[in-house]
């Protein structure tokens, strides 16, 4: 469908709007106010960034069948991945070529086939249209022109990543980096054990800056920073020792498996950079900690082709939408969509190898607390923050160099991508 | 009060993009998304369908007796209709001409006069303006300037409608033709014995789209389908044979009373049509079936001019907010009304016989489920087809000229309306 | 900030539609209707008005101490109010100026530091930044450019203001008239015992209008009535000469304390007046009631400077948002926030002496009603107006001059105030 002229005007102006917004921002302080509360500005991120974007949808294990299929929602659009009888994943909108009904409504399932409930089309799972009642033959319509909409997929290492766009960049780079370093963790041989589902009452960018410093960890995540050195003091120079020492014992350890610990400053990986919307990299945890639990204890069998509990955190981001942490034992991914210039849809998923039996092998209750009570903590936080950005007497403030680099870098990103009017 | 320069700027501009949708629609198609999620354009459709066309409000008997009045919603507007002491109904705009408070707050009652609760403005059932505290005296003001704002009002064969027009279009031709048909129901001498009231969380044209074919029946509708003809196959000369049998059958036997089986077609009677937004016609119900209940056996006495319990079912319809089942012994009405672009309010009431007694003549809790449950089985539908009109990648797809030749007309109906500007 | 170009547009057209209805305003009649309902006028209120007037906030005692602070929120603007060590209150916009977060959410507290809780920024009492984690040092920020934005405060006889505004207008008349007729009331030495919020679904507007006449007070509001005059008939000589009798007898008994019944007119005092969005009288009582409660008996101990109980009622209103009522045992305040076109927040406190000993010296439950129930009649009352003032055949209708004066002056006072453009 063309842009209708009323959404091309609309468009114009807040087009116009973050022109001007984007050579009005201060460099190394906040985003101006509208772009977190102003709904035509909203709406151009769904058009540049939401639809343009890698998405993560979810995981390879989630449709691990052929018939198996999920949903993932981006403000109102509702993506179906299936696996089809050939064993590729397929994406494609939820919405009947007939008359637009959402053919799938459960967040996940098994089908033969996916059947609109309102007339019965009936969709391959590669979304191919296979029957409509008889109006191929009896109204002349050309079967092959209506497939459900589909939508670019694409599988890594057991994360699966959805495109909205017509013409979405490429995956290759990503593909392979993520492919060589991830590959270890097994999670094409994972399972979900506890998903949580968050609507977080802030902006989608307050979320990000939120994970893009561990400033506000000491005080807000007891668990998180005993376990980590995120949070650590940056320029101790005892630090850096502690964790050099745990890097080389890992690395020098597990090399012959192809693991290496390769961040070992404290603080955060450098990302969002201007060349990769996507990052992966393993850092030691704190001595005592084997694994992202409450106690540092293991809390599941080793995953994928891990031979020791001691290897680091794995950690993956993906712009927009992706955080991802593994340790040896266990898997946990952060999925974000945006519900609205003010809501933040939020997925919580945590995996175990698939062999690993609950009750035997493992306990759902003690994978949980370390990361959902750090996501509620956030949740918490992102919304104050919110509520107070909305006040008309915000002005956006400085960001600390030496603690919110990453921060920095993520308005810097954000605002290359609202600006692209691609 | 004369339209201000904003709402005429805000209609210049919906105006423009309408009349760019309405030629750029295809025929045959769905309507575009935008008409379903557009506030400019729901905007519009109140000014030009809503406040322009013959709306059901209710029945003559939800007003028997005068002093006793309901209120009807459209979208913020609320209707009163009142049945006078000269046994005439009024129908007058809920805003009291003072300061604009709501004179009615109950769905429905009984008064001497229509009171104020504010400031106690008394006016007569017909609107007038009988007391306003003196100030008619003190401040010098015309009480004959001030009645409830006039509401045009029709009674036909106990339905009532209204009209919010200024200058409302003739009514004379539908109330000579459904006056001729319905009479025999004996609506005048009804009563209400049930209601249930909806919000369907879909735009009001999907709800006439899924009421305006029997495709969806078979599947989502199992108790209408045993009853009725809707859904049966079209091309089936068996079964257009038993639908003569049956319609010749009643029609023998009772043309004495003024009773013809006048639709023998299998499928539904074509409506809307360019010429008329009203229709009404009497088709036979399925073998097994004397009434719409789920057994098909009676569940009321027989209603109005009726000695056979065999009379098919009576139906009526108008644009754009009815439709209403009759048969031998109970009636349902189905009124629609907009609240907002993805919202409609549904009442579905039930009516038998006034002489009829609740539990030695009928039981409600057999009356109700047929209807109930058709009604519901629709809203889900209705519901999920909005939800994926909402996608961002919805395109209008084909209807079937077969089995939805009335959701096409609906949509030329719809079309012709929302372009005409009046 | 200066004000974005989007919202320069957007002021622009609300201008002009303003500007237009401010022409078209009939005087001596109600608001039209997009006063009510407009959203970009809504805006515009808050901009000339709501930020722009002196704001009742509260009173002294709810920050007695140095450390004490309570909020006050203003559609999304949200202020604290905090007492220095000093004994100075001072009054802040509660947004950091590192990243926007609120910094307090409790609705009032005790604290040494206003400490955000997202990166522990602190500030002084008197909002200054005292401490951001070091950036002043590495980041090369100036604390000094950092405070919290502040707001103007002024305190008088135990009430507090604020004022949003760059360039708040003089308080000085209203400091010096306000002290001189309620320090008696001794509220610098009250204590808060009951507090009750609303969120009335009405225009705030309409909630003014509401409390400026009583007109409607001998139907809704049977309390009230027995106690007040406000709503006696006007025009009656029997009643003007029992309210001179009272008001004689009470200010020649209590003339050396300062005290002087010194509005005698049945009816409301006229308020607001062109010259003032202040204003302060005392009137007398009904026989038989000492104070507002439903018995009309005293309900604690004397307040303030009293030395006798019959000392009629002390009312204060300041536009756009507190009224006031005292009578010699306890006060009631009445404070109103806009929180969107079709929402107002009303909080609803108590006062009496702060040596009053709940149990022994008075009893809570005796306190509310009276004003409980009179708020709580007005904001159905309110509601239903809003209800009906929604309707799209809404029309303007006339005030009563006689019963509605202060209703109209409202009008005039909002058209100068919103028409004003400063």
């Not at 959402?102 to 009936?122: N, T």
């Not at 350890?253 to 603080?267: A, C, T, V």
């Not at 403030?397 to 605002?415: C, D, H």
Request: with cysteine.
């Amino acid at each position: 469908m063309s842009p209708t002229a009323e959404r091309v005007r609309a468009g114009d102006h807040s087009t116009t709007t973050v022109d001007r917004l984007v050579a009005e921002h201060r460099p190394g302080y906040a985003l101006q106010r509208e772009f977190q509360v102003d709904p035509g500005i909203y709406q151009l991120e769904l058009d540049r960034i939401w639809r343009q974007s890698w998405l993560f949808a979810g995981h390879s294990c989630e449709a691990r069948t052929p018939g198996d299929y999920f949903l993932f929602d981006i403000d109102t659009d509702s993506i179906i991945i299936a696996r089809a009888e050939d064993g590729r994943l397929h994406a494609m909108h939820n919405t009947c070529r007939h008359r637009g009904t959402k053919v799938c409504e459960a967040e996940s399932g098994h089908v033969k086939r996916l059947v609109c409930p309102y007339h019965q089309w009936s969709y391959g799972l590669d979304g191919a249209l296979l029957a409509c009642g008889g109006m191929d033959r009896e109204d002349g319509i050309d079967r092959h022109d209506l497939p459900l909409h589909p939508v670019a997929v694409e599988e890594v290492a057991g994360l699966v990543f959805v495109n909205l766009g017509k013409n979405p960049s490429g995956f290759d780079a990503a593909r392979e980096e993520i492919q060589s370093r991830l590959a270890i963790q097994g999670l094409e041989h994972a399972k979900v054990v506890a998903v949580r589902n968050y609507q977080v009452k802030a902006n989608w960018k307050l979320v990000w800056e939120n994970n893009r410093e561990c400033w506000h960890c000491n005080v807000s995540h007891p668990e998180y920073v005993r376990a980590n050195f995120d949070a650590a003091r940056l320029d101790d120079p005892a630090v850096r020792q502690v964790i050099a020492e745990r890097s080389d014992a890992i690395s020098e350890r597990l090399r012959d498996h192809g693991i290496e610990i390769d961040f070992r400053d404290p603080g955060l990986t450098p990302f969002p950079t201007a060349d990769r919307w996507w990052s992966i990299n393993r850092t030691p945890l704190v001595e005592g900690f084997v694994t992202e639990s409450v106690d540092g204890q293991p809390v599941a069998p080793l995953m994928g082709g891990y031979r020791d509990r001691e290897v680091g955190t794995l950690r993956v981001r993906t712009m927009p939408n992706l955080w991802h942490h593994s340790s040896s034992d266990h898997s946990m991914s952060n999925r974000l969509a945006p519900a609205g210039p003010g809501v933040t849809r939020v997925q919580v998923q945590w995996l175990v190898d698939e062999a690993a039996v609950e009750g035997r092998d493992y306990d759902v209750e003690r994978i949980l607390p370390f990361w959902q009570r750090t996501s509620e903590q956030d949740w918490g936080l992102c919304e104050r923050n919110h509520g107070g950005v909305m006040s008309s007497a915000f002005t956006p403030g400085p960001y600390s160099r030496k603690r919110e680099y990453n921060v920095i870098a993520f308005t810097e990103w954000y605002l290359r991508e609202i600006g692209r009017g691609r």
